[in-house]
């Protein structure tokens, strides 16, 4: 079956603008999560979604940030307003349900000049 | 707050090498430590490990846990350039969420020569 696939693989944007990132998780998989990592660091928690519900965004860095999943199955993470600080690779993960280990996409690398 | 301190930050070795990667973790309530393997690309699932002691064994690879000095190790027998990558090591805390959220450390960059 297929795995996590996310779009667009590279984004490259302008400081100020807004982008929106897509994760397909795999198919049946309750749990999904957004990480970001940095360069030369970890994946570092974003947000949890338990079908299409938000139960845990504590990660997320600031209110540009905002992340969706309306029918329990895509993902979009939102990014406003794009700054500097924001350019890293955006990983989406899913596991069949809560505890179970999770399956990561190739990520979005995301790049703000 | 969960921290995980991974080591050595990076390694080179040569075709044939054994190689070790240390994962220690400070973690509230404990409930599993799983190791990835990234290359240039979605980080891959290797072990998840929850019990004190019990080696898990996957080809060339291994990886033990001891809960009580709150470390892990991922040992890598016969060292192939394919095993270029990082590894990362993560922890789940069982407390206050239950739903597995992954708290990763830094990475081991492991290089492989010919």
């Known amino acids: 079956g297929a795995g996590v696939s996310q779009s667009p693989r590279y984004k490259v944007a302008k400081r100020g603008q807004d982008v929106a990132l897509r994760c397909d998780p795999i198919?049946?998989?309750?749990?999904l999560f957004w990480y970001q990592q940095a360069l030369g660091q970890g994946p570092e928690f974003l947000t949890y979604?338990?079908?299409?519900?938000?139960?845990?965004k504590s990660g997320l860095p600031s209110d540009r940030f905002f992340a969706e999943r309306p029918e329990g199955s895509v993902s979009t993470l939102k990014i406003q307003r794009t700054q500097q600080e924001d350019s890293a690779v955006y990983l989406c993960?899913?596991?069949?349900?809560?505890?179970?280990?999770?399956?990561f996409g190739p990520g979005t690398r995301l790049t703000v000049t | 707050e969960d921290k995980v301190v991974q080591s050595p930050l990076s390694l080179v070795v040569h075709e044939g090498d054994t190689v070790t990667l240390n994962c220690s973790y400070e973690?509230?309530?404990?409930?599993?430590l799983l190791w990835y393997k990234q290359e240039k690309k979605a980080p891959t699932f290797l072990f998840m490990l929850?019990?004190?002691?019990i080696e898990k064994k996957s080809g060339r690879l291994s990886s033990i846990l001891d809960k009580k000095e709150l470390f892990s190790i991922l040992n890598i027998t016969a060292t192939q350039t394919g095993d270029s990558a990082i590894y990362l090591c993560?922890?789940?805390?069982?407390?206050?969420?239950?739903?597995?959220?992954?708290?990763f450390g830094q990475g081991t960059i492991l290089t492989v020569h010919p």
């Open positions: 993960a899913s596991s069949l349900v809560e505890g179970y280990e999770q399956y």
């Open positions: 929850t019990s004190s002691g």
């Open positions: 198919s049946g998989h309750v749990s």
């Open positions: 973690v509230t309530n404990f409930r599993s």
């Open positions: 993560a922890v789940v805390d069982a407390g206050g969420t239950s739903y597995g959220k992954l708290t």
């Open positions: 979604f338990q079908n299409e519900a938000q139960l845990d």
